[in-house]
């Protein structure tokens, strides 16, 4: 929207709730709020009480007074392997402009997959590459490595060629051999083909180092001007990051198409809350003409066919499906309550969303036709911005009890729950890699946002991604390259 204000932002995506102290945040359902009780800009009212608020007879379980969380940080067992830097002389602009970017995002890779720990290189012995007997082969698991990844690259006129063997050290056999060529700009891009076909050949599937992270950014606000956001994409690492639209206003809450190559977002450019559809690249660019109001937090089906978002009828949210041409308007929710932050099962046969039916905001699941509304989220008092897992077992979401928000897993099936984020600020917006191996959220820290990526299953040190400006909202693509 043309010259909105904060106040009018914070209406329409995760708002940042504030009275005497900081309460969280959540997507649609304090917005709402905001619209219903509020006549004038420059007040959010908080949440009306669980004994105050709007409900309907449903079932589940009463609303539980502490939160039950179980921490982890226990993985299954990694293989131990070793990457020791190539040994053949090469020119210091090479080694600027490809060997070192190659073996740090190559290292990077494969320590924060999960599958993989790397030997401390200090133990690495000199030269036996590739070992040729068995007491060169012990000298190299005595650095605690049962693998050994031996890559060499060399120079092919603007190009570099980069071949690597992988050693099974107990047997002194070679169990994967590839060669790959590529501009040399793109050396961080051929490490991360290789730390995939690395984790293919242990686990069966690729590695999510070569998938994309859409998100939303202020990083262009200009001094004195309105607020304005807008959506970029980058490497799951934070590498590459591209800006996608351009429409100098609030551009928020993206989520990828199944195919990965267009993007679903919520948009003030028609003034008002609406939703949009642009390519990855920023073409094709076009509206998704909906009647209702307070349009937000859109999200795709799996077939790619219809969105569902939540949009606000004569002040209350409710969940909509709509296809993309504005077709086939649907609505699934019919509650006084605040019903928002719709997310697809992936299967496409369930959504899960936020609703204060019961009290505070929780997670509940509905089937597509809307019916069979059930709690999910039985801990904490305040539950919001579900995620389904790749294989649909599992829901990432931000949860609180007590402070600050962190990220919640919990397995569907037994009710397990696991919070994997930890450390200060409040930690929103969890959205899975296609592997299912990472979730990558948003971390605010004092006036600062960032995004950050860490581990499902909370083991390791999340890694903040981001730097440049505020970052909000992201979304992983769902394919794996």
Not at 67 to 73: A, C, K
Not at 350 to 363: D, V
Not at 456 to 471: F, M, P, Q
Request: with cysteine; aromatic share 6%.
């Amino acid at each position: 929207m043309k010259g909105n204000s904060l106040n009018e932002e914070r209406r329409e995506e995760k708002i940042s709730l504030k009275g005497e102290e900081r309460a969280g945040r959540v997507s649609l359902v304090a917005a709402a709020f905001a619209l219903a009780a509020m006549p004038l800009l420059g007040q959010v009212p908080k949440p009306t009480s669980p004994s105050s608020a709007p409900s309907t007879p449903a079932s589940g379980n009463a609303q539980p007074s502490n939160i039950d969380l179980t921490l982890t940080g226990a993985t299954s067992a990694r293989r131990p392997l070793a990457i020791p830097v190539t040994i053949a002389p090469l020119s210091p602009e090479l080694q600027t402009k490809a060997v070192d970017p190659f073996y740090t995002t190559l290292s990077d890779d494969l320590a924060g997959s999960g599958v993989f720990v790397v030997a401390d290189p200090a133990l690495y012995p000199k030269g036996m590459r590739p070992p040729k007997s068995r007491e060169e082969g012990d000298a190299w698991k005595a650095t605690s490595a049962q693998f050994l990844v031996d890559t060499r690259l060399s120079p092919d006129g603007g190009n570099v060629i980069v071949e690597a063997l992988l050693w099974d050290l107990g047997t002194l056999k070679s169990i994967m051999g590839k060669t790959y060529t590529g501009e040399t700009r793109a050396a961080r891009r051929i490490a991360h083909t290789l730390a995939s076909d690395l984790v293919r050949q242990f686990t069966g599937r690729p590695g999510p180092f070569l998938t994309k992270i859409a998100f939303s950014s202020d990083r262009d606000r200009v001094a004195g001007k309105a607020v304005v956001k807008e959506i970029y994409t980058m490497d799951f690492d934070g590498e590459n990051e591209r800006r996608v639209t351009y429409s100098h206003t609030l551009s928020l809450a993206p989520d990828w198409s199944p195919d990965g190559k267009s993007l679903v977002y919520q948009s003030y450019e028609k003034d008002t809350p609406g939703l949009w559809l642009v390519g990855k690249d920023g073409t094709d660019k076009r509206p998704i003409p909906v009647p209702t109001q307070l349009n937000a937090s859109p999200s795709f089906s799996p077939d790619g066919k219809t969105v569902a978002f939540c949009g606000s009828v004569k002040g209350n949210t409710e969940i909509f499906t709509v296809q993309m041409d504005g077709s086939k308007l649907r609505r699934l929710t019919e509650n006084v309550a605040i019903d928002s932050t719709p997310r697809w099962s992936p299967n496409g046969r369930e959504l899960a969303f936020t609703s204060n039916r019961q009290g505070t905001p929780q997670i509940f699941m509905m089937d597509l036709e809307g019916a069979n509304v059930r709690r999910v989220s039985l801990a904490g008092n305040w539950n919001d911005e579900a995620s389904f897992s790749p294989d649909g077992g599992r829901l990432a979401f931000a949860c609180r009890n007590e402070g600050d928000f962190q990220i919640c897993v919990m397995d569907l099936a037994s009710g397990r729950t696991v919070q994997i984020s930890s450390g200060p600020g409040a930690h929103e917006g969890p959205t899975w890699s296609p592997d299912g191996s990472k979730i990558a959220w948003e971390v605010q820290r004092g006036d600062s946002t960032q995004i950050a990526v860490g581990s499902a299953d909370g083991s390791g040190t999340a890694r903040i991604v981001t730097s440049s400006g505020n970052n909000f909202s992201p979304s992983w693509v769902k394919t794996l390259e």
